[in-house]
């Protein structure tokens, strides 16, 4: 099954800007829609960002639009999501997953696979 690494996690002021990697192997990662969700303490994990594969389609939570950008590059079997305008409220653990190739998915139980999470804790 696909194996899937995040990192670039840290810690970072408020209004600072940081980028995080999810790193595929083991599947085909070129035919999966790739998301960023993300999980506080207390919290249910949410939909952050994801990108299709079969026409690049994006989509964002309302809470990160304008400021967050998710990409990705097949050759590296790699998706990003550059993080800009960092808030307090954006801090939680980062986790990247994979699942079906055609449209977006916003739930959880839509993607097959998925990362271990990386922590993101922006400082006030």
């Known amino acids: 099954q696909m194996q899937l690494v995040e990192s670039g996690g840290g810690l970072v002021q408020a209004g600072g800007s940081l980028r995080l990697s999810c790193a595929a192997s083991g599947g085909t990662f070129g035919r999966s829609t790739m998301g960023w969700f993300r999980q506080a303490p207390g919290k249910e994990r949410e939909f952050v960002a994801a990108?299709?594969?079969?026409?690049?389609?994006?989509d964002y939570a309302d809470s990160v639009k304008g400021r967050f950008t998710i990409s990705r590059d097949n050759a590296k079997s790699t998706v990003y999501l550059q993080m800009s305008s960092l808030k307090p409220e954006d801090t939680a653990v980062y986790y990247c997953?994979?699942?079906?190739?055609?449209?977006?998915?916003?739930?959880?139980?839509?993607?097959?696979?998925w990362g271990q999470g990386t922590q993101v804790t922006v400082s006030s």
């Open positions: 990108t299709t594969w079969i026409d690049g389609t994006t």
């Open positions: 997953a994979a699942g079906p190739p055609y449209s977006i998915k916003y739930s959880t139980g839509e993607y097959v696979y």
